[in-house]
């Protein structure tokens, strides 16, 4: 009789373990952002991944920013057979506790929703956080950054709003915060304005610099004049266009184009301008 029964423990045992619904795995192409590990056993019902996008984060009652750079977008379940499941709060406080870890802090928060903001690695870093009584809970977080240029104003186009306007912006001329050196990625730009020069011999310009109007004054002045003075010697040295054809100017934030309240607005004030002299 013991043995019996014995056997038909271990029998039930592992019927019951065959019958178990096997563990739900990540959805392909799915993983945890690098900031972040995941509630115990939860698993990736969806994902998504853009290189440049924009999200709108919650700072208060009736007030949002929003920012633009790469966005994530990381929805966890928890897994069919949890037998309990971690409240809203306890999902917040995790995340409190691992943003607080990191440097950062929360920005806003309600019931069953957070707004962090923090800094990692020299990028700043938002993430807007929901948690759902059921257990869910999901993640977009963007990387702060401008948009790089995919498609810059030609020579032709630059000598247009010269003609017409006399004076012409130039996008896709890119620099490091508070830096003067010109980095790799603006080598088109730079050779399309070359590319105006040489085709008109008795061409001079004015080269302006132009900032948001984030930081002092004095400063930005300064930053736009070492920023015009940089792209001249990139044409100097790079493109054997003539010295005394060309003159910096810094601006600093006295010509904006757009408003400064917007990470949008202050990219657009970033700029370079070409001005006949």
């Known amino acids: 009789m013991r043995t019996a029964a014995v056997l038909a423990s271990i029998l039930l045992s592992v019927a019951a373990h065959a019958a178990a619904p096997p563990l739900q795995k990540d959805t392909a192409g799915c993983k945890d952002h690098p900031l972040f590990t995941r509630m115990p056993t939860y698993w990736i019902h969806h994902c998504s991944a853009k290189e ?69 690695e020299g990028k700043e870093i938002w993430v807007d956080l929901t948690a759902e009584f059921t257990g869910k809970y999901g993640l977009a977080i963007v990387e702060r950054a401008a948009m790089a240029q995919d498609i810059v104003a030609d020579a032709k186009a630059f000598a247009n709003d010269l003609n017409t306007t006399g004076h012409a912006a130039v996008y896709g001329i890119y620099f490091d915060t508070n830096k003067a050196e010109i980095k790799a990625e603006s ?43 940089a792209v001249i010697e990139a044409l100097v040295s790079g493109h054997g266009v003539a010295a005394a ?33």
């Open 52 to 120: 440049f996008d924009a999200h709108d984060f919650i700072l208060g009652k009736g007030k949002k920013e929003r920012v633009e750079g790469r966005l994530w977008t990381i929805s966890y379940y928890p897994q069919a057979t949890a037998t309990s499941k971690p409240s809203e709060l306890q999902i917040l406080r995790n995340f409190e506790a691992a943003v607080a870890r990191a440097g950062g802090a929360s920005v806003f928060a309600d019931k069953g929703r957070e707004t962090f903001r923090l800094n990692a």
């Open 187 to 229: 080598a088109q730009a730079i050779g399309e304005i070359a590319k105006l020069l040489q085709a008109d011999p008795g061409l001079k310009l004015f080269v302006v610099g132009h900032t948001d109007g984030t930081g002092g004054v004095e400063s930005n002045l300064k930053l736009s004049q070492e920023r015009a003075q």
């Open 245 to 277: 054809r060309l003159r910096p100017f810094g601006n600093g934030p006295f010509a904006p184009v757009a408003t400064n309240a917007t990470e949008e607005g202050r990219a657009k004030n970033r700029r370079v301008e070409l001005v006949k002299l």
